[in-house]
């Protein structure tokens, strides 16, 4: 029995929509007919998101918030003792989403096959990223899928926060900056080109000051929109330049060293790195597979090249600790705990403790660079006003004096 998405009319020639389970399309067409509804289109739910992960989508469709409560609802379920299909079934009813439910129900209907669950979360690759399935995986072959569905949830709900916490951080400054670029080229494209009209008229000698502004708002006006094209540009010819992976890289590089943008990126990749592979070594994954796929997560290349060297080193028998400090890119704090968590048998918790210190770390940095840029911006914009009347108070004195 599989999960069919159909388009139905019905009497009156409306549209419906929805989702039944059923063995083939042709059985979904007859419970169709039996609920008075013409059927127009009828689509297995794996088949038609297939074709949409083969097609080009700007969002992935379901969200970090969407998968976090399906995964807490599911091992809520899961551990009150109900069968997974039945779990599957209610969790389905629950969401209001419809391409959420489909999917659930595409779980389900694979679940119902036979096979494992990770193999029907195995149909949706775009949804269920690859640690997803692989914890559920050793989940299923250890006999503590609840336990391990309760650890995944409490990991999709902690990458939703970190993820809500950066944008939280970010919004405030790109409005500030936003409003103040807005504001001043508003001065220097309407405003001062009307006030400066009056002194040109008076045919006087302009301060330097005064100079400058004029000087700047004609450019503003006459290659505004050519400066903004050329940024547009830019942005394109930098974005094709980063899709060589070569590229890629030494932009990530470069990224490490910039004074605060390195500390950021260094402590993100590293929280959720250590994060990933605290939640696979704790579901029985082995290392190296552990590795790998925590390697995944990892953003910055040079960061995950790293870790890919360091799975080579431990398949030769090295420590974890150690072949992860050969890089010198991951925080001294973080190496300490993995060799101190491999040392006395306790990988997983020291794991966790790299990635809460690391995220403690990184939630300061943030509060930090957001109480700072605030202020900053602030001053600016405030300096560059106070400039642009400066600038046209100075002629208005000038001509008082030579009146008196």
Same mark, same amino acid.
């Given at each position: 029995?599989?999960?069919? #998405?159909?388009?139905a009319?019905?009497?009156?020639?409306?549209?419906? +929509?929805? /989702?039944? #389970?059923g063995?083939?399309?042709? %059985?979904?067409?007859?419970?169709?007919?039996?609920?008075?509804?013409?059927?127009?289109t009828?689509?297995?739910?794996?088949?038609?998101?297939?074709?949409?992960q083969?097609?080009?989508?700007?969002?992935r469709?379901? !969200?970090?918030?969407?998968?976090?409560l399906?995964?807490?609802?599911?091992?809520?379920?899961?551990?009150?003792?109900?069968?997974?299909?039945?779990?599957?079934?209610?969790?389905?009813?629950?969401?209001?989403?419809?391409?959420?439910?489909?999917? *659930?129900?595409?779980?389900?209907?694979?679940?119902?096959?036979?096979?494992?669950l990770?193999?029907?979360?195995? =149909?949706?690759?775009?949804?269920?990223?690859? @640690?997803?399935?692989?914890?559920v995986?050793?989940?299923?072959?250890?006999?503590?899928?609840?336990?391990i569905?309760e650890?995944?949830?409490?990991?999709?709900?902690?990458? #939703?926060? *970190?993820?809500?916490?950066?944008?939280?951080?970010?919004l405030?400054? /790109? $409005?500030?900056?936003?409003?103040?670029?807005a504001?001043?080229?508003?001065?220097?494209?309407?405003?001062?080109? +009307? $006030?400066?009209?009056?002194? #040109?008229s008076?045919?006087? +000698?302009?301060?330097? *000051?005064?100079?400058?502004? @004029?000087?700047?708002?004609?450019?503003v006006?006459?290659?505004?929109?050519?400066?903004?094209?050329?940024?547009?540009?830019?942005?394109?010819?930098?974005?094709?330049?980063?899709?060589?992976?070569?590229?890629?890289r030494?932009w %990530?590089?470069?990224?490490?060293?910039?004074?605060?943008?390195?500390?950021?990126s260094?402590g993100?990749?590293?929280?959720?790195?250590?994060?990933?592979?605290?939640?696979? !070594?704790? !579901?029985s994954?082995?290392?190296?597979?552990?590795l790998?796929?925590?390697?995944?997560? $990892?953003?910055?290349?040079?960061?995950?090249?790293a870790?890919?060297e360091?799975?080579?080193?431990?398949?030769?028998?090295?420590?974890?600790?150690?072949?992860?400090?050969?890089?010198?890119?991951?925080?001294?704090?973080?190496?300490?705990?993995?060799s101190s968590?491999?040392?006395?048998?306790e990988?997983?918790?020291?794991?966790?403790r790299?990635?809460?210190?690391?995220?403690?770390?990184l939630?300061?940095?943030?509060?930090g660079?957001?109480?700072?840029?605030?202020?900053?911006?602030?001053?600016?914009?405030?300096?560059?006003?106070?400039?642009?009347?400066?600038?046209?108070?100075?002629?208005?004195? =000038?001509?008082?004096?030579?009146? +008196?």
């Amino acid at each position: 029995m599989g999960a069919f #998405e159909y388009t139905a009319l019905d009497n009156g020639g409306k549209e419906r +929509k929805g /989702i039944l #389970e059923g063995d083939t399309p042709r %059985h979904i067409r007859q419970l169709l007919r039996e609920k008075q509804l013409l059927p127009v289109t009828v689509n297995e739910v794996a088949q038609k998101e297939a074709k949409r992960q083969r097609s080009f989508s700007l969002t992935r469709g379901v !969200s970090t918030g969407d998968l976090s409560l399906f995964t807490r609802q599911l091992a809520t379920l899961v551990r009150a003792g109900l069968p997974l299909e039945e779990s599957l079934l209610a969790v389905s009813q629950q969401t209001e989403k419809p391409r959420v439910q489909s999917i *659930i129900l595409g779980v389900r209907a694979r679940v119902m096959e036979g096979h494992p669950l990770a193999d029907g979360l195995a =149909e949706f690759p775009r949804v269920f990223p690859e @640690i997803y399935r692989s914890t559920v995986a050793a989940g299923e072959q250890s006999g503590k899928l609840d336990g391990i569905l309760e650890r995944l949830a409490d990991y999709t709900e902690g990458r #939703e926060q *970190i993820r809500q916490k950066i944008l939280a951080a970010m919004l405030y400054p /790109i $409005v500030l900056s936003v409003m103040c670029f807005a504001i001043v080229c508003g001065l220097m494209v309407y405003v001062v080109p +009307k $006030v400066v009209a009056v002194f #040109e008229s008076a045919k006087g +000698k302009l301060p330097l *000051i005064t100079q400058i502004l @004029i000087a700047t708002s004609d450019f503003v006006r006459n290659y505004g929109i050519y400066m903004l094209v050329g940024a547009g540009l830019a942005l394109f010819l930098f974005r094709r330049w980063l899709s060589n992976p070569a590229n890629r890289r030494i932009w %990530h590089r470069a990224q490490l060293r910039m004074p605060m943008v390195g500390k950021l990126s260094r402590g993100f990749n590293t929280a959720r790195f250590t994060r990933t592979f605290s939640i696979l !070594s704790a !579901s029985s994954v082995p290392v190296l597979e552990a590795l790998r796929i925590a390697g995944e997560v $990892v953003t910055n290349l040079p960061m995950r090249d790293a870790v890919a060297e360091a799975a080579a080193r431990v398949r030769e028998g090295a420590a974890i600790g150690r072949s992860l400090g050969v890089s010198k890119l991951f925080p001294p704090m973080t190496i300490h705990l993995i060799s101190s968590g491999e040392s006395s048998g306790e990988l997983e918790n020291m794991l966790e403790r790299a990635a809460i210190a690391q995220e403690r770390e990184l939630d300061g940095l943030l509060a930090g660079m957001v109480g700072l840029l605030g202020p900053m911006l602030i001053v600016g914009m405030g300096g560059f006003v106070m400039a642009i009347v400066f600038a046209m108070l100075l002629p208005i004195f =000038e001509m008082n004096q030579l009146i +008196k």
